[in-house]
């Protein structure tokens, strides 16, 4: 079965510095790997994704991950948080279900909590 | 970009009264639609999967009879919580798959939710 862990609940950074938002996977085949942020009462918007290629992984709002496979991680990156980033922070999995790729299997989410 | 809207986004409702949720598609065709819950603090809990045209998928534990799924056209997909209860008090989210089966990298687009209280 495909699933994804967030070790972490919750995350602390003061604004300015590094963010890292844990993932690792467990999957039978090619990992598709993607990260969303949730902010409250909202939907999920997509932050970025996995396929294939690169490791490094550039996304929306200066967010990148990094895919290692021999740890099976993808950790969510930020070199400089902002206040504005703290929000709820998903890691999810691609199944293939029947013929369709449309499933995703998330984490359990980490809350990210930058202060000024 | 694609854009999908969920209506309505709060809602409140009286215990063994009926509530639907609309979700649409508004700039693409949508064959695939997924309906997600969450509780508070929680991750996504896929209920169904809906297609087009045909019986939405429930996943397992889900109450096909309590939560009906309907999936008319290629832009709207509904979700219509019968005889609410308090315990249904929550926070539901649409999804759509645009294209036809999708591929692997297929982008995945949310509704912004809505909230269920149930009295």
């Known amino acids: 079965a495909q699933s994804v862990a967030q070790p972490e609940d919750q995350v602390n950074v003061a604004e300015g510095n590094p963010l890292t938002v844990k993932c690792t996977y467990s999957v039978s085949g090619n990992p598709y790997l993607f990260w969303y942020v949730q902010y409250p009462n909202r939907g999920l918007q997509f932050l970025l994704k996995y396929i294939t290629g690169d490791n490094l992984v550039k996304g929306s709002y200066g967010f990148e991950a990094e895919f290692n496979k021999s740890q099976t991680s993808f950790h969510l990156k930020k070199p400089s948080a902002l206040v504005s980033d703290s929000a709820l922070y998903f890691c999810?999995?691609?199944?293939?279900?029947?013929?369709?790729?449309?499933?995703?299997?998330f984490g359990a989410g980490t809350q990210v909590v930058v202060t000024p | 970009g694609a854009v999908v809207s969920q209506h309505p986004s709060r809602v409140i409702c009286k215990s063994g009264t009926s509530v639907k949720i609309e979700c649409r598609s508004l700039?693409?065709?949508?064959?695939?639609m997924f309906w997600y819950r969450q509780f508070p603090k929680q991750s996504l809990m896929l209920m169904a999967t809906s297609n087009e045209g045909s019986k939405a998928t429930y996943e397992q534990g889900v109450e096909k009879d309590k939560f009906l799924i309907n999936h008319a056209s290629l832009t709207l997909s509904t979700l219509t919580v019968t005889s609410a209860h308090p315990e249904d008090s929550s926070f539901y989210i649409c999804s759509a798959l645009a294209g036809a089966r999708g591929t692997y990298n297929s982008p995945l687009h949310f509704g912004n939710g809505t909230r269920l209280t149930v009295t």
């Open positions: 999810a999995v691609r199944v293939l279900t029947g013929d369709s790729w449309g499933k995703l299997q």
């Open positions: 700039d693409f065709q949508a064959t695939t």
